[in-house]
């Protein structure tokens, strides 16, 4: 069992940024792909991006590519979403996810572990 907290979150004006960190309980945490999703009521989880174990392959949702920047830090078992150029639509509850497997996927069910999640809310 891998256990994942995230942090981060809060309230943003458009433009802003802000960063989200997920913490993992172990050290095996670098044999897992990485990913973070986003969800809002009434919608499906969305898949937001993604970063292979040793951290040199990202993959990332159009709507948010070039705009967010995910990482890890693998000494410190942690994953980081940096959000830049927030627009409201980036409004969302979000999650971290971990694969055992080593491959980036925008499927939910990829995953084999999740954290709670972190409230982003974007103020126009």
């Known amino acids: 069992q891998v256990w994942l907290v995230e942090s981060g979150g809060g309230l943003v004006q458009t433009g802003g940024s802000l960063r989200l960190s997920c913490a993992a309980s172990?050290?095996?945490?670098?044999?897992?792909?990485m990913a973070w999703f986003r969800q809002v009521p009434g919608k499906e989880r969305e898949f937001v991006a993604g970063?292979?174990?040793?951290?040199?392959?990202?993959d990332y949702a159009d709507s948010v590519r070039g705009r967010f920047t995910v990482s890890r830090d693998n000494g410190k078992n942690t994953v980081y979403l940096q959000m830049s150029t927030i627009e409201p639509g980036d409004t969302a509850v979000y999650s971290c996810a971990a694969s055992r497997q080593h491959s980036i996927s925008t499927s939910a069910e990829h995953y084999d572990y999740w954290g709670q999640g972190t409230q982003v809310t974007v103020s126009s």
């Open positions: 970063i292979k174990p040793r951290g040199g392959v990202t």
């Open positions: 172990e050290r095996s945490f670098i044999l897992y792909a």
